[in-house]
Each structure stands twice: as structure tokens, then as C-alpha cells.
């Protein structure tokens, strides 16, 4: 789908974002959620997922905290 998105990155720089796609089934141990997916050039990472897909999804994530001092 062609639309603009802007992306901030860490280092305070902003990039036009002109392609996503919509619903994309991403699969994470087995299970497949759609997710909505904006592309753009990384050389460190091949996808990042924010939180969006949780509330979309409805899902809650409980997690352990174990502290070994």
C-alpha cells in the first residue's frame, strides 16, 4: 500500500516512509498474528515490532522478573 510514514529514529533524524502493508500474518512461536508493517531500510534488523499489535490483538503479557544478586 502505497502512503507516507514518518519514522524517527534514535539518532533524532526523521525518514519518509512511502510503503506498508496491512494485516501482514507475522508468525512468533507458532502462533500467527496480522500485523500492520511499515518498510523501511535497517542494516541491523530485519523486523521490529512495537506494542500497537498487542492492544490490536487484545493480548496481555504477564512477566517474571528473577533477580539474581
Known sequence: ???NHGIKLPNDSMIECPISYKLAPIT???ATFPMDLIQ???SDFDII???N???VMELRLTV???RLF
Open 1 to 3: 500500500m502505497e502512503t
Open 28 to 30: 512468533i512461536g507458532g
Open 40 to 42: 523501511f531500510h535497517l
Open 49 to 51: 515490532l512495537g506494542m
Open 53 to 55: 499489535w498487542l492492544h
Open 64 to 66: 517474571k522478573i528473577l
